[in-house]
Structure formats: structure tokens, C-alpha cells
């Protein structure tokens, strides 16, 4: 009875434990870190992609693939975690790029909190790395949503990033805002 007890109570502790990580998006605390990354040819803009890495690490491997889209497109990209200085600027950008980890139909909310920041001068994409690889319409529209309020753009490029398209998911993503 009392090794039931324990494993009860040890379950639940853990439990809690996650979703109060979830809750309070301890995973973005550790996005501080940026780097600048150059176009080979001529640059033809400056692009900020912002990110919360999530549990995963999904939404960081995202969000450099987006980063070397638009670098490959000529863009000198500034890729920055949501809590570094450089993610607390963002003036000077022709695109802005924000995403993280999907969390109960919602992207994080330090991205949340981020995309209030944003200026509607920019072309702004917001992606959710969803950690599955069906597309499910409810989680799109729920981000939509998310977004409008968050940043009352209502041109943002919205994409859901599914687990084996990301490949594809991000250069959507990247062209619908290079276009």
C-alpha cells in the first residue's frame, strides 16, 4: 500500500511539475543567444527571426531552417531566441519572423508576449511547431486568432510547422513573405 502511495504521489508531482512548465514557458528563459547571418550575393533586407526553442527543440531547428530560406533569398537574417536583446528591437526590419512550440492550441506565450512588440511595417510570418504531422484545422485557427490579437495584423503569414514537412512547412512560409 505504501510503495502504491508513493508511486501515486510521484506521478503526480511530475505531472504538475510539466505543466507548470508548460504555464510558465520555462524553456524560454534559456533563448538568449543571436547570431547575424549574411547573405553571399547582395542583401536585399534585414530579417529578425525570433524563437522560443520549446521542450523539443523542434521550433529551434524550425526556425533555422527559416533563418537559411531567407538568407538563401538574400536576406541578412538576425536570429535570435525570444528573451535575447536583439529580439527586443525591432525596428529596421523588412521581415519579422516569430514561432515557437505549440502548447494546448496556443504558440508559447513569450512569442505571444513578443508579437505585441511588433510594428505593422513589417512584414510579419508567425509559425507553431505543432510536434505532430497531421495538419489540424482547429490548431491553425487558433493561432490565427492568437495573432490578430496579439499584434492586431491581420496580413500576417500564418503556418503551422508539422514533424516530417518541416522541410516544406518553412520554405512556405519564408516564400509567402518574400514574395
Known amino acids: 500500500m505504501k ?4 508511486v501515486v504521489i510521484v506521478i503526480v508531482v511530475v505531472l504538475v511539475s510539466l505543466f507548470a ?3 510558465f ?3 524560454s528563459y534559456g533563448a538568449t543567444g543571436s547570431e547575424t547571418l549574411n547573405p553571399t550575393g ?7 527571426v525570433v524563437y522560443d526553442p520549446g521542450f523539443s ?4 531547428r524550425d526556425t533555422a531552417k527559416i533563418a537559411d530560406d531567407l538568407q538563401a533569398d538574400n536576406y541578412t537574417v538576425v536570429l535570435a531566441g525570444v528573451r535575447s536583446g536583439a529580439a527586443g528591437n525591432v525596428s529596421g526590419y523588412s521581415i519579422i519572423v516569430a514561432g515557437g512550440p505549440m502548447y494546448f492550441g496556443r504558440v508559447s506565450s513569450s512569442i505571444d508576449g513578443f ?3 511588433v510594428q505593422n511595417n513589417a512584414k510579419l510570418g508567425v509559425f507553431g511547431s505543432t510536434g505532430s504531422s497531421s495538419y489540424v484545422e ?5 493561432l490565427q486568432t492568437q495573432v490578430a490579437s496579439a499584434t492586431h495584423n491581420a496580413n500576417a503569414a500564418v503556418k503551422l510547422i508539422r514533424d516530417g514537412n518541416e522541410t ?7 516564400s509567402e513573405l518574400v514574395q
Do not use: H, M
Open 21 to 23: 512548465a508548460l504555464i
Open 115 to 117: 508579437l505585441t512588440t
Open 138 to 142: 482547429s490548431d491553425f485557427t487558433s
Open 3 to 6: 510503495i502504491t502511495l508513493i
Open 168 to 174: 516544406n512547412d518553412c520554405a512556405e512560409l519564408v
Open 25 to 27: 514557458d520555462l524553456t
Open 57 to 60: 527543440g523542434a521550433a529551434s
Open 42 to 48: 547582395t542583401s536585399v533586407g534585414r530579417a529578425l
